[in-house]
């Protein structure tokens, strides 16, 4: 019921252009505007910004 509205599933896609993608959840309260966060990219074996994808 609630779960989906407050914190949706998201997807975050590698700004590398390699295809690697995170799944996670984001609050939409807290953080409104799109998430980026940096992680681990496991094709450049190197961390990279990752960007909500829609």
């Known amino acids: ?3 989906n ?3 949706p599933i998201i997807k975050l896609k590698s700004t590398e ?3 690697t993608t995170y799944v996670t959840r ?3 309260r807290n ?3 799109r998430l980026v966060l940096r992680k681990y990219d496991p094709k ?3 961390h990279v910004e990752f ?3 829609r």
């Open 51 to 53: 960007r909500e994808e």
């Open 31 to 33: 953080t409104p505007d």
């Open 1 to 3: 019921m609630a779960r």
């Open 26 to 28: 984001k609050s939409r």
């Open 44 to 46: 450049l074996r190197r």
């Open 5 to 7: 509205d407050a914190r």
């Open 17 to 19: 252009g390699t295809g």
